[in-house]
T-cell receptor, first 114, second 112 residues
């Protein structure tokens, strides 16, 4: 039972264009969502997060959108740069429990072509 | 520099030989956790700890033990490793609440 789904294993975009990575979730108890970036031979690096009380959060070139009714979130990267090429993981957690466990999607490999 | 440090980074060993993967963080985080990453399965939580002396099972705890005797350290212990524990392991830590978890660079274990 995959509670966090990233349906696109890979995405290729041109430098300077927008990258849009998508994520769907099924568990209504999730209320905190994060995006991580991962380079080979390194651990996941936190990128941006959003609480369920918001529908948008921006940090520089990165914007995360949350649509609670559709149980969908997306990460927009504008403009995309070759250094953004990495695997991007969507993750979610539920508030108020005794565990801040992150439930991860399987990741999307983003390739930004010069 | 704020970081989560795992050791070793790589280990090849044999079935049944006890091993410990250490994890240390220097951010005074209360929460620490271990995940394993396997192809096609993403990252799955093994164990977590809310604070010193408080640990509990995650989604895939079988075959693993942990301890939290000090706030900064959270070792992962494989008492009798088996080939199905061959995986890439990540330690993570955070403050409690809606705070992002910070990950170590991973430990690649191969159990022959």
């Amino acid at each position: 039972d995959q509670q966090v789904k990233q349906n696109s294993p890979s995405l290729s975009v041109q430098e300077g264009r927008i990258s849009i990575l998508n994520c769907d979730y099924t568990n209504s108890m999730f209320d905190y969502f994060l995006w991580y970036k991962k380079y080979p031979a390194e651990g996941p690096t936190f990128l941006i997060s959003i609480s369920s009380i918001k529908d948008k959060n921006e940090d520089g070139r990165f914007t995360v959108f949350l649509n609670k009714s559709a149980k969908h979130l997306s990460l927009h990267i504008v403009p995309s740069q070759p250094g953004d090429s990495a695997v991007y993981f969507c993750a979610a957690s539920g508030r108020g429990g005794s565990n801040y466990k992150l439930t991860f999607g399987k990741g999307t490999l983003l390739t930004v072509n010069p | 520099e704020a970081q989560v440090t795992q050791n070793p980074r790589y280990l090849i060993t044999v079935t049944g030989k006890k091993l410990t993967v250490t994890c240390s963080q220097n951010m005074n985080h209360e929460y620490m956790s271990w995940y394993r990453q396997d192809p096609g399965l993403g990252l799955r939580q093994i164990y977590y700890s809310m604070n010193v002396e408080v640990t509990d099972k995650g989604d895939v705890p079988e075959g693993y033990k942990v301890s939290r005797k000090e706030k900064r350290n959270f070792p992962l212990i494989l008492e009798s490793p088996s080939p199905n524990q061959t995986s890439l392991y990540f330690c993570a830590s955070s403050f409690l609440g809606d705070q992002p978890q910070h990950f170590g660079d991973g430990t690649r274990l191969s159990i022959l």
